[in-house]
């Protein structure tokens, strides 16, 4: 039988993302060596070190009741990668992190379950004049993603997501990279394409969210989303006016709250049933957000709470 497309599903119910890899691979209690060369952090690496670990943290997602999960490849761009030393090998290293998340779905046959290709920022910020961080030619950046994209899509992902994003020039560069991709590939999926805000609602560069919004929203993109940096409570203001535009539909993908500095550590302590509450809210007064899922300190216990929301909600529409 053949699987419903990303798309048709978004168009009949919510769909549910997964919560956070990072904490999640924390679990492990990894150690330098476990990580390829010893470079401790370097997450998606673990593909080729532990890719049992990585298959078992998609499981407990899907368990949890994820209709989507993200691939672990974030920092898998050919910039990142080129940090530790796999940079030539980008576009396979993006095919085998896509095939295993892929592989596991496949075990799930009581519903549709898509695989999305997570896409982070290279760490450049092109449209800045910083000495560093801003010069970098632009092509560079393009060609980074192209490689990303063509491992991902090759894998097998059913959209590629585009996400948090600190600088609306890097994320233009990236939806083009995609298009490019499937352009000479013949192979076309949905793009998302996300922002990431601070608690005042702009980019890291200062770019709000209509800006952000209008510079991207006519580019092929097919769903326009918001994830990380605050929780779901500071993100409301820019869900209410993407939520006027009635055009593309949304993705809300926050934190477990906003950041808490505890001896120089992120903590993130809403619980699942705050998050629950403040994300099926939205799902009640916004009716363009069509995705939502669980970014910095969510686990499956939030995502199990999110798909509780979700199916009371369809369960009283059908009633």
């Known amino acids: 039988m053949t699987k419903e497309s990303f798309l048709d599903a978004i168009n009949d119910r919510i769909l549910l993302f997964d919560g956070a890899m990072g904490t999640e691979i924390q679990r492990h209690n990894p150690k330098p060596d476990d990580f390829p060369n010893s470079q401790d952090g370097f997450n998606d690496g673990l593909i ?13 997602y899907l368990d949890a009741g994820a209709d989507c999960i993200e691939t672990n490849s974030f920092g898998s761009n050919k910039i990142k990668l080129a940090e530790y030393g796999f940079g030539d090998e980008t576009v396979d290293f993006n095919k085998k992190i896509a095939t295993l998340a892929c592989d596991v779905c496949k075990k799930y046959s009581d519903k549709p379950r898509y ?18 961080l801003g010069q970098i030619p632009l092509y560079e950046i393009r060609e980074a993603f192209e490689l990303q994209a063509k491992g991902l899509i090759q ?34 999926i949905p793009i998302i394409a996300n922002a990431t805000l601070d608690q ?28 990380c940096s605050t929780g779901p409570i500071e993100m409301i203001p820019s869900v209410r006016w993407l939520d006027e535009q009635n055009e593309h539909n ?44 669980g970014c910095c300190g969510t686990n499956p216990e939030h995502i199990e709470e999110l798909r509780r929301v979700i199916d009371k909600k369809a369960n009283s529409i059908k009633g």
């Open 48 to 60: 080729l070190t532990h890719p049992e670990w990585i298959r078992q943290i998609h499981q407990s």
């Open 155 to 188: 894998g097998g992902v059913d959209a590629l997501l585009i996400e948090t994003s600190q600088d609306i020039l890097e994320v233009k560069l990236v939806i083009e990279a995609c298009h490019n991709v499937m352009s000479r590939t013949g192979k076309v």
């Open 250 to 293: 949304i993705l809300v993908v926050p934190n477990a709250g906003m950041p808490e500095n505890d001896d120089g550590q992120a903590i993130y302590k809403m619980t699942p049933k705050k998050m629950g509450a403040a994300l099926g809210d939205l799902l009640d007064d916004y009716k363009k957000v069509r995705i939502i899922g």
């Open 115 to 132: 695989v999305i290709g997570s896409m982070g920022p290279t760490g450049y910020l092109p449209s800045s004049d910083d000495p560093d």
């Open 200 to 227: 005042y609602g702009k980019m890291l560069l200062g770019t709000n969210i209509q800006a952000a919004y209008t510079t991207v929203s006519d580019m092929g993109i097919d769903v326009f989303g918001l994830n």
